[in-house]
Structures are given as C-alpha cells and as structure tokens.
C-alpha cells in the first residue's frame, strides 16, 4: 500500500534563520526529544520547500501530522514564532498557498 503524506505551509512573523539546515537541526531535535527517535524515523519528517524570511513547508506522514504540528509549536528561536497557515495533501497546493500568503 502506499503511503500518504500531508504538506504542513507555514510562515514565520519576525526575521528568520537563513540557514536551512540549522532550521532542520532544530526541528529534529525538538522531534527527537518530545516524541523520540522511532516516532522521527516513521514519520519521514522532511522539509519540502524553504523560503528565508517567509516560511516554508513540511512533508510528514499522514498519522504523524499532530506530531510535525507540535514541533513547530515548539519552535522558539530568538522569539521567533512560527504560524501554521495549512495543512494540504499535494506539495502543489502548498507551494500555491505558500506563494499566495502576503507578508
């Protein structure tokens, strides 16, 4: 059977890390330590799509979106929120949305 995955669109509020892959550290490691290295590794945790100073989108399994949502929650970097905008099945309606969102 195959697998289905969601695309998390979200977009950050203040100045961002322009580093990709210390944004991904980050999540990981939140990931890790709130639901556990089996939980990261079934959920096929990704980043999709990023964009500095805006947002980006996550691709994460279908049963494990609670959890993705949960990470960003967390996330908390210099008082830098993040804002889920939506959660969508095609990673070409969430690139739309990203690129449609105003900031």
Do not use: C
């Amino acid at each position: 059977m195959q697998e289905s995955y969601r695309y998390i669109v979200f977009i950050f509020k203040s100045p961002t890390p322009e580093n990709v892959s210390d944004f991904r550290k980050s999540l990981t490691s939140i990931y890790v330590e709130l639901f556990g290295m089996r939980e990261y590794a079934l959920s096929k945790f990704a980043i999709a799509e990023y964009a500095p100073n805006k947002g980006g989108i996550i691709k994460i399994r279908r049963e494990s979106v609670h959890m993705a949502k949960t990470v960003l929650a967390f996330y908390k970097n210099y008082k830098n929120p993040i804002h889920i905008i939506k959660t969508t099945g095609t990673l070409k309606k969430a690139k739309k949305v990203l690129k449609s969102y105003p900031l």
